[in-house]
């Protein structure tokens, strides 16, 4: 699998987000969230199309950048700014995001590797622990 430029990313998000939205949040892959965030750096608000799991009211989104050696964009601003907005669905709410400490990062990880197992491939390609981030309704 090729690694996609920053340019690449934006472009290919962009597209995802306008699909979901213009579908009223309904695409073939059910388990996508908009993750918007607001910028560590710019202050900017940034949306993410991201997979997620979802246990009762909280919300799981991995931090994976398909296995690169740097965390995500949107997992700094997450660090920097955790009040952030969801959409599932044509459901939209405020929330706030923490990251996972282990063992709970390892159970939602290995929870989300039996639904999509490439995030295993994820894991072995890096040397970096991926972060899980749990995002509850504010």
């Known amino acids: 699998?090729?690694?996609?430029?920053?340019?690449?990313?934006?472009?290919?998000?962009a597209?995802?987000?306008?699909?979901?939205?213009?579908?009223?949040?309904?695409?073939?892959r059910q388990d996508l969230v908009l993750l918007t965030t607001t910028g560590a750096k710019s202050g900017r608000q940034v949306t993410s199309p991201l997979l997620y799991l979802r246990e009762g009211d909280t919300v799981y989104v991995i931090a994976s950048k398909q296995g690169s050696a740097s965390h995500p964009a949107w997992y700094h601003n997450v660090v920097a700014h955790p009040e952030v907005t969801l959409e599932i669905g044509a459901e939209r709410?405020?929330?706030?995001?923490?990251?996972?400490?282990?063992?709970?990062?390892?159970?939602?990880?290995?929870?989300?590797v039996a639904r999509?197992?490439?995030?295993?491939?994820?894991?072995?390609?890096?040397?970096?622990?991926?972060?899980?981030?749990?995002?509850?309704?504010?």
């Open 1 to 13: 699998m090729t690694m996609l430029s920053d340019a690449e990313w934006l472009e290919r998000n």
């Open 15 to 28: 597209k995802v987000i306008d699909e979901f939205r213009a579908n009223g949040g309904r695409l073939e």
């Open 93 to 112: 709410w405020d929330a706030r995001a923490r990251v996972l400490g282990d063992p709970e990062r390892e159970r939602i990880y290995a929870a989300q």
């Open 116 to 138: 999509y197992p490439f995030f295993a491939d994820y894991q072995q390609k890096t040397a970096r622990t991926i972060p899980v981030v749990a995002i509850e309704r504010a």
